[in-house]
């Protein structure tokens, strides 16, 4: 079982920044991946960035080059900073831990104002 805890969210600008912190617990051993993901009202979730064992990178097109995924193997924690923010980046971001089964935190909204 792994645990995750997001935070960080809230109310910005657009233009500004923001950065979200992705607390991981429990079997931390076997998370393969980490990543973060966004879903607007009425629209699917979808990827933004994710972050491997190895720390190899992937990130949407509608984030590179705005937005960083890190991680803290020290504290467990995986970050998403968000820079240059646009209205459209309004969602809750999830973060996700991928072992042999998808695990996922509780969700943290970004509003974005223009």
């Known amino acids: 079982q792994v645990q995750l805890v997001e935070s960080g969210g809230g109310l910005v600008q657009a233009g500004g920044s923001l950065r979200l912190s992705c607390a991981a617990s429990?079997?931390?051993?076997?998370?393969?991946?980490m990543g973060w993901y966004r879903q607007a009202p009425g629209k699917q979730r979808e990827l933004v960035a994710t972050?491997?064992?190895?720390?190899?990178?992937n990130y949407a097109d509608s984030v590179k080059g705005r937005f960083t995924i890190s991680r803290d193997n020290a504290k467990n924690t995986v970050y998403l900073q968000m820079n240059s923010l646009k209205p459209e980046d309004t969602a809750v971001y999830y973060c996700k831990g991928t072992t042999k089964v998808d695990y996922w935190g509780q969700g943290t909204q970004v509003t974005v104002s223009s």
């Open positions: 429990g079997s931390i051993f076997s998370i393969n991946a």
């Open positions: 972050i491997t064992s190895g720390g190899s990178t």
